[in-house]
């Protein structure tokens, strides 16, 4: 069966980084656009940012560019987020998910993870 397994989530210093990393199963993983989302608390899911299927292209939100990219290997299986400079406003749930078109719409996502807890404070 299909599975996202996201793992690297927990309590980091603001400034400091954090790489969050994502093991797919169960699907032609080299075929699928994959992104990364969180949600905080209160807030509503939100993307961050996704990586194209050979890893070519990579789009990150405003919010994040510039500190946060993505990286995916196709051999492994495993899409990676890393976190540099973060801020106290990053903690979040963070998911890693798969979509067949290179997009952050979140319905557009056929398959996710179940999440990671990232926590930014002193």
């Known amino acids: 069966q299909v599975q996202l397994v996201e793992s690297g989530g927990g309590l980091v210093q603001p400034g400091h980084s954090l790489k969050l990393s994502c093991a797919a199963s169960?699907?032609?993983?080299?075929?699928?656009?994959m992104g990364w989302f969180r949600q905080a608390p209160g807030k509503e899911r939100e993307g961050v940012g996704y990586?194209?299927?050979?890893?070519?292209?990579?789009y990150m939100v405003q919010d994040v560019r510039g500190r946060f990219t993505i990286s995916r290997d196709n051999t492994e299986n495993i899409v990676s987020l890393q976190m540099n400079s973060v801020k106290p406003e990053d903690t979040a749930l963070y998911y890693c998910?798969?979509?067949?078109?290179?997009?952050?719409?979140?319905?557009?996502?056929?398959?996710w993870g179940q999440g990671t807890q990232v926590t930014v404070a002193p």
């Open positions: 169960g699907f032609p993983f080299e075929q699928y656009t």
């Open positions: 998910a798969a979509a067949s078109y290179n997009t952050l719409q979140a319905a557009q996502y056929s398959y």
């Open positions: 990586v194209t299927r050979n890893g070519d292209l990579i």
